[in-house]
């Protein structure tokens, strides 16, 4: 998306202290969190690194699943079905941690 309108906003030493901390937390730089909050939207902060590890866990599982299933399919030995069904749920969890540790939540505020 082009943008190629400037604006200009002057802030205080402890305005600009609050939004640089603010941006720093979600990992964004001011310009982006400035237009997610006047889009409606509540950035998180970044989360702790634990959460990446599980991240990393989380798709590793499913990369062996997912052979798993593959082979189970063409030796015909395993409900391939419900090993797919597991899959979607991990898929699904996956979504979640996503949703919930990282998108920016939409702001309900009625001024919106």
Same mark, same amino acid.
């Given at each position: ?6 604006? @200009?906003?002057?802030?205080?030493? =402890? ?10 937390? $979600? $990992? #964004?730089?001011?310009?982006? %969190?400035?237009? +997610? +909050?006047?889009?409606? /939207? ?5 989360? =702790?690194? =634990? ?15 997912? @052979? ?17 069904? =597991? ?5 699904? #969890?996956?979504?979640? %941690?996503?949703?919930? /540790? ?9 001024? @919106?």
């Amino acid at each position: 998306m082009k943008r190629d309108i400037i604006r @200009q906003v002057r802030f205080n030493k =402890e305005e600009n202290k609050i939004l640089k901390e603010k941006a720093g937390l $979600c $990992c #964004l730089t001011d310009s982006a %969190l400035i237009r +997610l +909050l006047i889009l409606g /939207y509540k950035p998180k902060p970044k989360p =702790e690194k =634990e959460f990446y590890i599980a991240l990393r866990n989380i798709s590793a599982i499913g990369n062996s699943i997912n @052979q798993i299933a593959a082979k189970a399919n063409a030796l015909g030995f395993i409900d391939v079905p419900r090993l797919y069904k =597991e899959l979607e749920n991990l898929e699904r #969890l996956k979504d979640d %941690l996503y949703k919930k /540790y990282i998108a920016p939540d939409k702001d309900k505020d009625k001024w @919106q």
